[in-house]
């Protein structure tokens, strides 16, 4: 099976700089793929993405060595194994709160006896290899995501859970759960509390803390605390700070307009 680069800098201790891509289109996919991420994941559960757009987008970023990801819309098994079929090689689980949603995330990505995922890889035997269904289970990344009050309250048990890889913290939704307001790069003392839990819990089991970040700074910050898989924005946010160069010419423009 195909080597995953993101499995591998994790094991040899290295940090990884996963983006993250919310609009559909198989060249947007592989211009993100290009810009020198080590993980680029396609989001289902907030992007714009539909199934055909998500096999369009893996099919594109497999021009590059990266690894492409998939974050689900839901703990669900059916959207679990059309991702993984799909090929992706990692998979990251929205709204895990509890021990029993994190054991029912890890069985929807693994064969029997160990889980309850279909056999029929599709696409992914062609992507990764045709000895996919053997070795699968020892290489796909499978990352429950931290966004609530119960999840924090069930950290240790969710951490625990056999086969779960990473435990990838959701800022946003965090931080309304704990009474605070939308958006990301949140340090507030509570916040950095949250964090710091989610670390220990990792590092207890042996498994990676991920984090959604929106600026490099920030991004700096959370590796400096212990996350190895940070997120840095992505398609759209690039697409958003555009406003900014808009501005920035219509005010020349208009200075331009006024020296004439």
């Avoid at 990792?202 to 600026?215: D, E, K, Q, R």
């Avoid at 219509?250 to 331009?256: E, K, P, W």
Wanted: aromatic share 6%; net charge negative.
């Amino acid at each position: 099976m195909k080597a995953i680069q993101v499995r591998e800098q994790l094991a040899r201790g290295q940090t990884v700089l996963n983006g993250w891509s919310v609009i559909p289109g198989g060249f947007l996919a592989e211009v993100m793929a290009s810009l020198g991420w080590d993980g680029l994941t396609i989001d289902m559960q907030h992007g714009m993405i539909g199934y055909p757009d998500m096999l369009a987008m893996l099919q594109a970023i497999s021009t590059t060595p990266l690894t492409p990801l998939v974050r689900l819309a839901a703990n669900d098994a059916t959207l679990v194994g059309q991702a993984l079929d799909a090929g992706a090689m990692g998979v990251i689980c929205p709204l895990v709160n509890t021990a029993d949603d994190a054991a029912r995330f890890v069985a929807a990505c693994r064969y029997p006896p160990l889980g309850i995922r279909s056999s029929g890889a599709t696409r992914a035997m062609i992507y990764a290899g045709f000895d996919y269904g053997m070795v699968a289970e020892a290489q796909l990344l499978k990352f429950a995501m931290i966004e609530t009050r119960d999840a924090l309250d069930n950290l240790a048990a969710i951490a625990a859970t056999p086969g779960l890889d990473g435990l990838y913290v959701g800022p946003s939704d965090l931080s309304l759960a704990l009474g605070g307001s939308q958006g990301f790069d949140k340090d507030e003392p509570h916040m950095l509390d949250a964090y710091r839990a989610i670390v220990a819990a990792c590092a207890a089991n042996g498994l990676t803390a991920g984090i959604h970040t929106a600026s490099p700074a920030f991004a700096a910050r959370m590796a400096e605390l212990g996350f190895r898989f940070i997120t840095l924005v992505g398609d759209f946010n690039f697409i958003m700070a555009g406003r900014n160069v808009v501005q920035q010419a219509r005010t020349l423009l208009g200075a331009a307009k006024g020296q004439s």
